[in-house]
């Protein structure tokens, strides 16, 4: 079994050019339909770090290392302001500047996880709701409520956000708002649905 995941970026340290993110999350299905426990994300945290494989990090898939390193790499705690409890978190250097500048751009926006595995069938009940709300992360200066919508088989279809200093933002992906005003914000629903506060 191959698996994606895509996760969003939800920090960024500029000086230091790294970008915080989950890798996996417990009780988030991917796009394969699939979902990992807490206890299954951890082993596989601390299997990915023990075979040394912190330089495995390329862009859109294209398995060619890009520079990037995880120089960061912990469990997310219950309480964590930031971060699903449970979740593994990794924090990546960025110094190539071209790459750099397409995380700042909004161009990347999160994580992929790509790993083989076994599968084994299990029944998860996550009741997804119609719509999810919330407020996004700021970017020029000011924040947006947003709501995003689900179809009856829990499919992402999209949203927008409320209108701020004349102007309101497209969602068509999930974790980044469309260009509206010069500029972008990144959200976040995940943890709606998991009811993280």
Not at 34 to 52: H, P, V, W
Not at 55 to 69: E, F, I, K, L
Not at 90 to 110: F, H, M, S, T, Y
């Amino acid at each position: 079994m191959s698996n994606r995941i895509e996760v969003e970026i939800k920090k960024t340290d500029a000086e230091l050019q790294i970008v915080f993110g989950e890798v996996l999350a417990p009780g988030l299905v991917d796009a394969q339909g699939d979902c990992m426990s807490a206890e299954e994300i951890r082993k596989t945290a601390y299997r990915f770090l023990q075979k040394g494989r912190q330089a495995a990090v390329d862009t859109d898939h294209d398995r060619a290392a890009n520079g990037s390193h995880i120089v960061e790499s912990f469990i997310a705690r219950d309480g964590d302001p930031t971060f699903i409890p449970g979740a593994w978190v990794i924090g990546v250097r960025v110094p190539d500047a071209a790459l750099w500048a397409r995380i700042k751009k909004g161009e990347l926006n999160g994580f992929s996880f790509e790993g083989v595995g076994l599968r084994a069938s299990a029944t998860v009940q996550l009741d997804i709701p119609d719509s999810v709300s919330g407020l996004s992360q700021e970017a020029a200066g000011h924040t947006h409520r947003f709501v995003v919508s689900f179809d009856e088989a829990g499919q992402f279809l999209g949203g927008e956000t409320d209108e701020v200093e004349g102007h309101r933002h497209g969602i068509l992906k999930g974790t980044v708002t469309e260009d509206a005003a010069g500029h972008f914000h990144r959200y976040s629903f995940a943890e709606n649905l998991l009811g993280v506060p």
